[in-house]
């Protein structure tokens, strides 16, 4: 891509990953701008506003539900299949506990051609009444509901240029189970003092 570099004015980059590679070969003309959204866009919900909005989008009868929340399109490189693998075990390890109050939602299209028939495999896994797809484009205002309604975010991409759902999670107040690979690295180790968020 050194051609294409070359002939460009300025070089912004959003993956500190992309900054590091870029400004070693461009230095006069590269610069890290992070991702950041305005305060009213993600912001963590009351308790009270949490819980009705748990039981509008997911019913009344999975409102005491622990909820993992996986944002990504689904695509091999985003390792769906993984996530319903790992979660199925997660599942499994629950039951033996003698609990079953856990949902997966997904925010992806189940039968994307990109990815995996994620329909086939919560069915080949056992799993369908513990997943829930979410896979219509929605506004900034519902995104922020479901990482509001959500206990957690899950990313495990084998490469990620950023993680933007990690970040949306974190500004509402969530923590992230992430890899620590690409753009995720900074998110996952706080660049500051090493601290792990």
């Not at 990953?17 to 003309?29: I, N, S, V």
């Amino acid at each position: 891509n050194s051609v294409l570099y070359e002939s460009t004015d300025l070089i912004n980059c959003h993956s500190y990953l992309t900054y590091e590679m870029c400004k070693e070969k461009f230095p006069e003309r590269t610069n890290f701008v992070p991702h950041a959204y305005p305060p009213e866009v993600y912001y963590p919900f009351s308790p009270e506003i949490q819980r009705a909005k748990k039981a509008e989008i997911m019913g009344p009868d999975r409102i005491d539900n622990f909820v993992v929340l996986w944002v990504n399109r689904n695509a091999k490189r985003k390792r769906p299949n993984d996530v319903l693998w790992a979660w199925k075990i997660f599942l499994d390890a629950l039951k033996a506990q003698g609990k079953t109050n856990a949902t997966l939602l997904m925010h992806t299209d189940p039968q994307d051609t990109e990815g995996p028939n994620l329909m086939a495999t919560v069915e080949h896994l056992g799993i369908r009444d513990s997943v829930i797809f979410s896979a219509e484009r929605v506004d900034f205002e519902q995104m922020n509901a479901l990482h509001n309604i959500s206990d957690v975010c899950l990313n495990v991409s084998f490469a990620e240029g950023f993680g933007l759902a990690t970040l949306e999670s974190m500004l509402c107040g969530k923590p992230i189970i992430a890899v620590r690979t690409g753009g995720l690295t900074r998110q996952v180790v706080d660049h500051r003092d090493g601290s792990e968020n």
